[in-house]
């Protein structure tokens, strides 16, 4: 049995896509949920309204929500010709989540980065979470995202916070409002006789609702680390270890 006390979710981004099948998740196996957003889309668990890039904002939610665990799923959607846009919510956004949660105790920050991260404009297979961003990203949102990710991967074990950030690649599923309704757009213009490439690229796509399963696994998981052994630091080290 865990020794961990239950924790108090606050998902940052949770009126949207992902967001909100993390927090019905969360609600499905009992968890207390509030949701910190710049709009409100449901109104059956406590919301607090605000932008990640006001640290007070942030703050004040962490504090009257109680929460010791932060879900960091808020985003400017990918494709936005706004590059300042991306810096101040993803980048300086992020520090500021960072900066409420370390100042008020929260335990764990779960951050939604984005397999976009390690785009270089080559293909990539068979690569795994050891891949390190390209000296220059795809584009802006790329950039904004790798940078948010580096933040927090930074801010682990600073003031007892356990930190991850996940790397999903293209979600799909109810609620979405970028991926369908793009593709139906393309459908209502005729446009789909157009071939681009040889027809044998392939992208990863994964269903919501395991998206947000990863996002439980991962808080799940940030529990302060056993004292390892001489092997299995050995073990982790050789993992780590280019190929
Ligand atoms: P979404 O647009 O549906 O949800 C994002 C939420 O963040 C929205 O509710 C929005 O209001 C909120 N938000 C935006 N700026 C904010 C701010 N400054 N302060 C507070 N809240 C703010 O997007 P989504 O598809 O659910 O994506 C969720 C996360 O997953 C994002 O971080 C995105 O980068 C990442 N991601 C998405 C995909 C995908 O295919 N949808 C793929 C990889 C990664």
Known sequence: MSTQPKDIYLV????????????????ARGDSVSIFDIVQRYHDVPFYSGDISEEAQVAQAVQKSGATCIMHVASPPHGID???????????????????????????????????????????????????????????????????????????????????????????GPGDRQVMHGLSQVFARNQTHFQIGDNTNLFDWTYVTNVAHAHLLAADKLVPPKQLTEEETQSIINYYLPT
Not at 92 to 114: C, E, P, W
């Open 82 to 172: 706004d590059p300042a846009l991306y810096w101040k919510v993803n980048v300086d956004g992020t520090q500021a989540v960072i900066n409420a949660a370390i100042a008020n105790g929260v335990r764990k920050l779960v951050f939604t980065s984005s397999a976009g991260v390690v785009f270089n404009g080559e293909d990539l297979v068979n690569i795994d979470e050891r891949l390190t961003p390209p000296e220059k990203s795809m584009d802006a949102y790329n950039e904004s995202k790798a940078k948010g990710e580096q933040l927090v991967l930074a801010a682990n074990g600073k003031g007892g916070l356990l930190t991850v950030a996940l790397r999903p690649s293209g979600i799909f």
């Open 12 to 27: 940052i981004g949770g009126s949207g896509f992902l967001g909100r099948h993390i927090v019905d998740k969360l609600l």
